[in-house]
């Protein structure tokens, strides 16, 4: 159980373009979703905490309005990034909390050309 | 505030040797400690955890315990294998339920 999906998987768009990855909880439902980016070699880094039904708070630095986090029901919370510029380029993460424990998806590569 | 460092990788080995990845962290309070891993194209997966001072976490014959008083969480496993080559990440966990990353160790097990 707590499987939790992402799609696509990979992407590559062009320079100004928006792209939207969804984050799933296959086998449970999640009040509550996280959004991370991870640079090459780097670590994570939590982007936003996603709230079902509520607007998502966001880590000091992250643009609000260049990601964009839904998260409209109990099983789904989507990222897009808009206007992707190729510093957007990353592999984001995100994770589903279930009886206080994260279950993360598999990732999606972004690549903006 | 609470971070959360390890030893910089890449730790390269050879199958059956002794494996130490060191992790220390920094928090207020008593947090609840995590060992993930990244299998090469994977997603993160939990490892071990251990919630409270001197609790011991273990899985796949990975072992580590929760030392508060060295802030310490080492990952320790006795003979490791081909098949444990991904990159391993210390976190804590905050009293918003967040995750606090460490920067990961890339593990390479030569046979």
């Known amino acids: 159980g707590a499987v939790v999906s992402q799609h696509p998987s990979r992407v590559i768009c062009k320079s100004g373009t928006s792209v939207k990855i969804e984050c799933r909880s296959l086998?449970?439902?999640?009040?509550?979703m996280f959004w991370y980016r991870q640079f090459p070699k780097k670590s994570l880094m939590l982007m936003a905490t996603?709230?079902?039904?509520?607007?998502?708070?966001?880590e000091q630095g992250v643009e609000k309005d260049k990601f964009l986090i839904n998260h409209a029901s109990l099983t789904l919370s989507t990222l897009t990034v808009t206007s992707a510029h190729p510093e957007d380029s990353s592999f984001y993460i995100c994770?589903?909390?279930?009886?206080?424990?994260?279950?993360f998806g598999p990732g999606t590569r972004l690549t903006v050309l | 505030g609470n971070s959360v460092t390890q030893m910089e990788g890449p730790v390269t080995l050879s199958e059956e040797a002794f494996l130490t990845i060191n992790c220390t962290y920094t928090?207020?309070?008593?947090?609840?400690l995590f060992w993930y891993v990244q299998y090469p194209g994977e997603g993160l997966q939990l490892l071990l955890k251990?919630?409270?001072a001197d609790d011991k976490g273990s899985n796949k014959g990975f072992e580590a315990t929760y030392r508060k008083e060295t802030t310490s969480f080492h990952l320790e496993k006795g003979s490791v294998q081909v098949s444990d080559s991904a990159v391993y990440f210390c976190?804590?966990?905050?009293?918003?339920?967040?995750?606090?990353w460490g920067a990961g160790t890339k593990l390479i097990i030569k046979p």
């Open positions: 994770s589903a909390l279930r009886d206080n424990e994260q279950f």
């Open positions: 086998d449970f439902q999640a009040t509550t």
């Open positions: 996603s709230n079902e039904g509520s607007k998502a708070t966001y």
């Open positions: 928090a207020t309070g008593y947090p609840s």
């Open positions: 251990a919630t409270k």
């Open positions: 976190a804590l966990r905050d009293s918003n339920y967040q995750l606090i």
